[in-house]
């Protein structure tokens, strides 16, 4: 069975980049593709091979687009291959209309390039579909001269033949409109999301782009960048099928509180961007986002379930004065930030003053990005102490930021910034190595740093990822360390809400020796219930509780029960912040046997660690 020749496209263009990129775009999509740098060389080459179509620029050097497309529509040979012209919205429209000939397109540029594929592939249909139907009117020719000589005939011949061309016709008419919803379809699909039939992030640039190419903003355009609350908790809950459809209710929900005029994009899971048109004033802006608020404060009923989320908002006033379409994405979410730290379920209106603190935040990101490959942090270290002996057992490590023009920074300065941007991870594994490093020293030099335990904090993040286990062991075998001397801290939420895979990595953390901690126990959502279920080897009592040990009973009698439970299943009890001589008493009448705090040692650098361990051995 023979298969249908591929179509030779001649793509004309004096840009060598532009020849390059629709060249490549064309070959992937199983076209043979000859190319031509200028129109005279297009000219030469159309002497040696014939195109299927030719794809040419409109303004070049030399002989343009459009005087080739004069030249071609003299040729008896060439007239009839389509031509494709490619030209900007600001080429000369009179020069266009001089090539108003048959067989002549043209797409306006920045395009797409499913668009170019979509004007080629409908081109050449026109083409196939053409040459069809000249070959079947020549047939249908043939067969009336041929039968001219039976006159008898000649009536119902003709009735014949006007019935077959006007099916072919119809026929042609029904293809076309089939091109034409398809390539309609095409276009909606690229411009909206497909989950609830919303503007989607490509229209959103678009649009943007169209505005600043006015270079006039629209001053009456206000934006609303909405995120909605507790979503992921839904998806973690209830699993993505609830979650997708209750982000189709929220869509209509959107919609029923702005007008038809005003447009709705859903940029990325649950974040949605508003434009609202011709507003008269924030007050009006702040009206809509209050209502949009109370919209989605009530409660979904989705299957079974009734969901509460409500969103938090960031209100831009207006597009004006911004040169970039990402500085408007950019201001509206960090409206939307500070509407999520103000307590969420709220909107805030950006101001200049945040628009500071955001490009401070954002150059500390990318200086923290800088340091962490420069490796500019080193630790301090808090010793964790023996009650009854008050010799130190262990050490938590504290990464401390090394910044090259302005010192030495705390972890509470940059911890935030680094959660928020992904950056946590990278810098758990770098303090596990610079700890390890640091322990082997200390192990060469001083007997008693051979059951020393260092204790690392780890981010709820890191045990999403499966190769963590991986990691660990690599750190370990390059400094020579016995996973019985790390113990990796976890705070109390990242263990009661963590997923499937958290307690994959859990337990294949306990598996390969390294100890696990649960970091300021008892703030979270505590449960007693559930906590014999992971492999946790040790629980930190949260420096709230240690506080009010001999100020409060309740206190006094739940740090009590915290350390009864504990070492009913075998887990240590580490008291966090004790300050006084009081507290620290009380904790050992309670059977609390390791502690840590400013009443021992402030978190210090190695030096002073040394000191400690070198006094300690004696």
């Keep these: 069975m023979q298969t249908e020749p591929v179509a030779l496209i001649l793509i004309v263009d004096d840009d060598l980049e532009n020849l390059g990129v629709l060249s490549t775009l064309l070959t992937d999509s199983g076209f043979r593709v000859a190319t031509a740098n200028s129109g005279q060389d297009a000219w030469q080459k159309l002497g040696q091979i014939t195109p299927d179509l030719i794809l040419t620029a409109g303004m070049m050097s030399g002989m343009d687009g459009f005087e080739l497309c004069r030249r071609i529509k003299t040729q008896p040979v060439l007239d009839k291959i389509p031509v494709i012209l490619m030209i900007a919205r600001n080429e000369n429209q009179n020069r266009l209309a001089q090539v108003n000939l048959e067989s002549v397109d043209y797409i306006?540029?920045?395009?797409?390039?499913?668009?170019?594929?979509?004007?080629?592939?409908?081109?050449?249909?026109?083409?196939?579909?053409?040459?069809?139907?000249?070959?079947?009117?020549?047939?249908?020719?043939?067969?009336?001269?041929?039968?001219?000589?039976?006159?008898?005939k000649l009536y119902q011949l003709n009735q014949d033949l006007e019935q077959k061309v006007i099916e072919r016709t119809q026929g042609l008419t029904l293809v076309l409109n089939e091109i034409q919803l398809r390539e309609e379809k095409l276009t909606y699909e690229a411009f909206h999301d497909s989950l609830t039939g919303l503007f989607n992030r490509a229209w959103l640039m678009q649009y943007l782009s169209e505005i600043f190419a006015k270079q006039q903003p629209q001053i009456g355009q206000a934006i609303l960048f909405l995120d909605l609350d507790h979503f992921k908790s839904v998806n973690d809950h209830l699993g993505h099928i609830v979650g997708d459809k209750l982000l189709q209710q929220v869509a209509k929900r959107l919609?029923?509180?702005?007008?038809?005029?005003?447009?709705?994009?859903?940029?990325?899971?649950?974040?949605?961007?508003i434009f609202l048109n011709n507003q008269d004033g924030i007050?009006?802006?702040?009206?809509?986002?209050?209502?949009?608020?109370?919209?989605?404060?009530?409660?979904?009923?989705?299957d079974k379930y009734q969901?509460?989320?409500?969103?938090?908002?960031?209100?831009?006033?207006?597009?004006?004065?911004?040169?970039?379409?990402?500085?408007?994405?950019?201001?509206?979410?960090?409206?939307?930030?500070?509407?999520?730290?103000?307590?969420?379920?709220?909107?805030?209106?950006?101001?200049?003053?945040?628009?500071?603190?955001?490009?401070?935040?954002?150059?500390?990101?990318?200086?923290?990005?800088?340091?962490?490959?420069?490796?500019?942090?080193?630790?301090?270290?808090?010793?964790?102490?023996?009650?009854?002996?008050?010799?130190?057992?262990?050490?938590?490590?504290?990464?401390?930021?090394?910044?090259?023009q302005r010192g030495?920074?705390?972890?509470?300065?940059?911890?935030?910034?680094?959660?928020?941007?992904?950056?946590?991870?990278?810098?758990?594994?770098?303090?596990?190595?610079?700890?390890?490093?640091?322990?082997?020293?200390?192990?060469?030099?001083?007997?008693?740093?051979?059951?020393?335990?260092?204790?690392?904090?780890?981010?709820?993040?890191?045990?999403?990822?499966?190769?963590?286990?991986?990691?660990?062991?690599?750190?370990?075998?390059?400094?020579?360390?016995?996973?019985?001397?790390?113990?990796?801290?976890?705070?109390?939420?990242?263990?009661i809400k963590g997923s499937h895979t958290v307690t994959q990595v859990m337990d294949k953390i306990h598996n390969l020796g390294v100890k696990l901690c649960i970091d300021d126990f008892g703030t979270g959502y505590s449960c007693f219930s559930q906590l014999y279920t992971f492999p946790v080897d040790t629980l930190k009592i949260d420096r709230s509780f240690t506080k009010n040990v001999n100020v409060s009973v309740e206190s006094a009698a739940l740090v009590q029960t915290l350390i009864n439970f504990a070492n009913s299943l075998g887990i240590t009890v580490v008291a966090e912040g004790i300050e006084t001589q009081i507290q620290l008493e009380d904790l050992q009448k309670f059977g609390c046997e390791f502690g840590q705090g400013y009443l021992f040692s402030h978190p210090v650098p190695i030096a002073e660690i040394t000191n400690f361990l070198q006094l300690q051995d004696g």
């Design 108 to 152: 306006t540029k920045p395009f797409l390039p499913i668009e170019v594929l979509i004007r080629i592939r409908l081109n050449l249909r026109l083409l196939n579909l053409t040459r069809s139907l000249h070959e079947s009117n020549t047939q249908l020719q043939q067969e009336i001269i041929a039968r001219q000589m039976v006159e008898a």
């Design 255 to 273: 919609k029923n509180c702005i007008a038809v005029s005003h447009k709705i994009v859903r940029l990325s899971g649950d974040e949605f961007l």
């Design 283 to 302: 007050h009006s802006v702040e009206t809509i986002a209050s209502a949009i608020l109370q919209e989605l404060h009530t409660p979904f009923e989705i």
């Design 408 to 495: 030495l920074i705390s972890p509470d300065k940059f911890i935030t910034i680094a959660e928020e941007s992904g950056i946590v991870p990278s810098l758990d594994l770098l303090a596990l190595k610079l700890a390890c490093q640091q322990l082997h020293q200390w192990q060469k030099k001083f007997k008693c740093a051979e059951s020393l335990v260092i204790h690392i904090n780890i981010a709820a993040a890191q045990l999403q990822h499966l190769d963590l286990v991986e990691k660990i062991q690599q750190i370990l075998g390059e400094y020579h360390i016995s996973p019985s001397a790390i113990r990796l801290e976890v705070t109390e939420n990242a263990l």
């Design 307 to 404: 969901i509460s989320i409500g969103a938090s908002i960031g209100i831009l006033p207006s597009t004006l004065n911004y040169q970039q379409p990402t500085d408007i994405l950019r201001d509206a979410d960090a409206a939307m930030y500070q509407a999520k730290r103000a307590g969420k379920g709220c909107y805030i209106v950006f101001t200049n003053e945040m628009q500071l603190q955001t490009l401070k935040r954002i150059q500390l990101e990318s200086e923290l990005r800088q340091s962490i490959e420069k490796s500019e942090f080193c630790l301090y270290y808090q010793p964790i102490l023996c009650l009854s002996s008050q010799k130190i057992v262990g050490l938590e490590a504290l990464i401390q930021w090394q910044h090259p």
